[in-house]
């Protein structure tokens, strides 16, 4: 999918909504246990109550893989139940040296019609650059992101004469390794005190920011901090929306959780995309 | 598996042998098609003729995973086909965030029995550490790795007084959050010269080595530097033994390849081990 009809899914939709399909075989209603393949039922009915309201989904592929083979044959059902003018992302945080890279991009790209896969840069950029050979497919790279764990080795400053920190120097040196057509960052919503260092380096590209609710993250700060004239967020929502409701209503409650998301992100894509 | 039992084996196949099972589809030899599960039958012939020469197998899991479920099945034979005292590794470079890495060690400690997996550290501690849980099962954590694009960020030198590279501060804190008995970390064959600073650091860890062979680091040099008094060094080879032929002799011509390996490392285990 091209930046250009992205960005035209989120001023259709009026979201920037991803929906994220961390689904948990131990946490679906019960009624859906009798079904050949649970794990599908479930996500199909949230895709089908999401979709007027979302612009991505994003499968944590952890969830699906902890499974074993059933998980990979729920996922795939899964991926094309998605419909075809939603951005998909395998958020499976990959990354390897140059041919393993182009495997598990044809895993992602070709096996799986994914239009995007989360990748981690510490093997630097022949484990990246495997993944933006082909038009209208993603990386996601790991920047700054929204665990405590981030502190550890993310925030240690360089000895460059810059004493920028190590996600700085991810960003500077990856982004020219593509375009802001081909490349996004992912950026915690718990770290809104470092957007605006985020966008002096990388003001064009999209931003996947997890980390808003049960992480404790502000969609109104980093909406505020984060956007640029193209919206340039995609924002998570995994366990607030999909778990709304344990029950037989899961689908509808679901649905509204997603719809209470949307209507903020209206009021901020009014508010501070200038195309609007 | 425990470090004394892995050294148990070291000591009796006079071998620190991994053989990587990095199964290409597409290089199988022509025979194999015919079986209901090529994938599957290529690795059971190379790990019965080699499982006498080698203490540990290491999938690369990209080559699995790029087969869709199918892949994941091969997988699973294959696994449960190596005999229980060989030490398994599943490289699948790993690591989310906490609730979510709980779930790929899930996946390859329980649904697939395998004692290890490698995991990227740049999400830090709280990713790395739900793999650590598990008596008698490791992580091998990237550290130095073999490809050109380690230069890109784990060559960087931190502000923090020490001039330290990024790698050194993985292999200084990473080595806090667990024991000898639990971590491993991986260090190219092309990165000998910093091999002593790496023992300088983990001086009893077990490191994983690839990079031998077809990347052009020397058995010897890596060997010399980098034991241990438990040799500490698992050094492995994918492609010069899988591949050593693409006829129906490769099963023998992999054994013969396996085998010229062993007896060198059976001189340096001779020459570096103190034990011996």
Request: aromatic share 10%.
């Amino acid at each position: 999918m091209t930046r250009e009809k992205l960005f035209e899914q989120i001023l259709q939709k009026k979201s920037y909504l991803c929906v994220g399909l961390d689904t948990d075989p131990k946490k679906l209603p019960e009624h859906l246990l009798d079904f050949e393949d649970p794990v599908f039922e479930f996500n199909r009915q949230i895709i089908d109550a999401t979709a007027d309201l979302c612009v991505a989904y994003k499968p944590n592929i952890a969830f699906y893989e902890a499974q074993g083979p059933k998980g990979w044959v729920s996922l795939e059902k899964t991926i094309n139940h998605i419909p075809q003018e939603i951005f998909t992302i395998a958020d499976a945080k990959r990354g390897d040296i140059g041919n393993t890279s182009e495997l598990y991009a044809r895993a992602f790209f070709e096996t799986m019609n994914f239009d995007s896969v989360t990748v981690a840069p510490y093997m630097g950029s022949d484990s990246v650059k495997p993944f933006l050979v082909q038009g209208g497919k993603w990386v996601i790279l790991l920047a700054l992101t929204s665990n405590p764990g981030s502190q550890d080795f993310q925030m240690l400053r360089l000895a460059d004469g810059s004493e920028e920190y190590l996600w700085e120097q991810v960003l500077r040196e990856s982004s020219t390794w593509g375009t802001a057509g081909q490349l996004m960052y992912v950026v915690g919503a718990t770290q809104a005190e470092y957007v605006q260092r985020v966008r002096a380096i990388v003001p064009d590209h999209f931003l996947l920011v997890p980390g808003v609710g049960a992480q404790g993250g502000s969609l109104e700060e980093i909406s505020r901090l984060g956007m640029n004239q193209r919206c340039g967020l995609l924002v998570n929502s995994s366990r607030a929306i999909i778990y709304a409701s344990s029950g037989r209503d899961f689908a509808e409650k679901a649905r509204e959780a997603a719809q209470e998301v949307q209507r903020e992100m209206e009021q901020y894509l009014e508010q501070y995309v200038q195309h609007l």
